[in-house]
């Protein structure tokens, strides 16, 4: 079956450690993935997609296929990183995405 | 400005009275979705289209309807709401298989 995990409902870290938000997979075939921001009281919006291979707001993310992973990371964590994040997963040639439950990311001071 | 439009944006209901939540988007996608998102649950797809006259359940299609007549609405309708549909909702689209995903701002609905 497809799905995403996300292990962590939260992670709390302080301001200036770093940060892994894990993000694993079960898909037999060759997926697109993303990761999408929720900052507080805002809308949805993409954060990352691995097949950009961009650094977004410093954070960065690997596909694994190997692991099935994507994790996504930060070396340093800023306040304002502090959201909510979700992985998604949407299989080639398919509109659909695959949604991991999410990850309650705070940063302290 | 491109965007995902949706309305209201807060409703307070009871149980049983009809209601609908607008969504339009003005980007021409093809694909639009209606998500719900609980605490600990996620985003949680209702009901998804394709295209226009193109509608498709999601995960959680029970108590909700849709239509999809003109490519740029996607109207969410509760027609008996029932306690448990209170939630946050959010409306996407996209243009085609692949791409990112568009959100709405979510339309935060408590039905009594």
């Known amino acids: 079956a497809q799905r995403v995990t996300q292990p962590e409902k939260l992670l709390s870290v302080f301001k200036g450690a770093p940060v892994e938000l894990k993000c694993n997979y079960s898909y037999s075939g060759s997926p697109e993935l993303f990761w999408y921001v929720q900052y507080s009281r805002q809308r949805l919006q993409l954060l990352l997609r691995h097949i950009s291979r961009e650094s977004i707001k410093g954070f960065t993310a690997d596909l694994n296929k190997g692991e099935t992973s994507f994790h996504l990371k930060k070396p340093f964590a800023q306040e304002e990183d502090s959201a909510m994040y979700y992985c998604?997963?949407?299989?080639?040639?398919?509109?659909?995405?695959?949604w991991g439950a999410g990850t309650k990311l705070i940063i302290k001071p | 400005e491109a965007q995902v439009t949706q309305n209201p944006r807060y409703l307070i209901t009871v149980t049983g009275k009809k209601l609908t939540v607008t969504c339009s988007q003005n980007m021409n996608h093809e694909y639009m979705s209606w998500y719900r998102q609980d605490p600990g649950l996620g985003l949680r797809q209702i009901y998804y289209s394709m295209n226009v006259e193109v509608t498709d359940k999601g995960d959680v299609p029970e108590g909700y309807k849709v239509s999809r007549k003109e490519k740029r609405n996607f109207p969410l309708i509760l027609e008996s709401p029932s306690p448990n549909q209170t939630s946050l909702y959010f409306c996407a689209s996209k243009w085609g298989t692949g791409g990112e995903l568009f959100f709405g701002e979510g339309s935060r609905l408590t039905v009594l």
């Open positions: 998604a997963l949407r299989p080639w040639s398919n509109y659909q995405l695959i």
